[in-house]
Each structure stands twice: as structure tokens, then as C-alpha cells.
């Protein structure tokens, strides 16, 4: 995402929710192990990203709880295809947003 941004130059809407998923994804299609592993990660992460957008940008509590609970739900939906989908790549089951770069997929 950061690579992303900078190289871009400004944000992709919809870019947070692809890489989330995206990931989650690609641990899934590895086992069982590999998906409890992001899932766990994912909360941890999550957690953080609570704290730091609050203290450190300046979010509000609500706005922070938010955008966690909207991230948790793109880690599941991509844990979730990535077992429904274990011979796919991520590139012909994920919807991609406009405007990123091919060698960001």
C-alpha cells in the first residue's frame, strides 16, 4: 500500500480492502495453519492500527473502530474464497480496483 501511494502519488479507493483481502487469500489457499495464523495476525494488526490512527492521525474512536471492523471483514471474505478457491490465483477471483498498476496486483 505504501509503495502504492508513493508511487502514485495519492490513494486508490478501494486499494485497503483489495490488499486485505488479497492476502488473507493467498494464506487461506496455504491450510488450515496458514489461515488461522492471518487470522489471528489480522486481529493483532487490527488492534494496532486502533490505537495508532486515533493517537498518532487523529481519528476518532469511532471512526477507528470502523474502518477496523471493515478490514477484519476483507481479511474474512479473503480467507473465506481463498478455501473455496485453493487452485486459483488471486488475480481471476478478486475484483481489483481501478487504476492500480499491474505490477501492484
Known amino acids: 500500500m505504501k509503495a502504492l501511494r508513493e508511487s502514485l502519488g495519492y490513494y486508490i479507493d478501494g486499494a485497503d480492502e483489495y490488499y486485505h483481502t488479497k492476502a488473507n487469500y493467498q494464506a487461506a489457499q496455504l491450510g488450515d495453519i496458514s489461515a ?42 479473503g480467507r473465506k474464497l481463498g478455501k473455496e478457491n485453493p487452485d486459483k490465483e488471486a488475480k481471476d477471483i478478486i475484483k481489483r480496483p481501478e487504476g492500480i498498476p499491474e505490477k501492484f496486483w
Request: aromatic share 12%; no cysteine.
Open 36 to 77: 488461522a495464523t492471518a487470522l489471528l495476525l489480522g486481529y493483532i494488526r487490527e488492534i494496532l492500527d486502533f490505537f495508532k490512527e486515533i493517537l498518532f492521525k487523529g481519528q476518532s474512536i469511532k471512526d477507528a473502530f470502523e474502518h477496523g471492523l471493515k478490514d477484519l471483514e476483507s481479511n474474512r471474505k
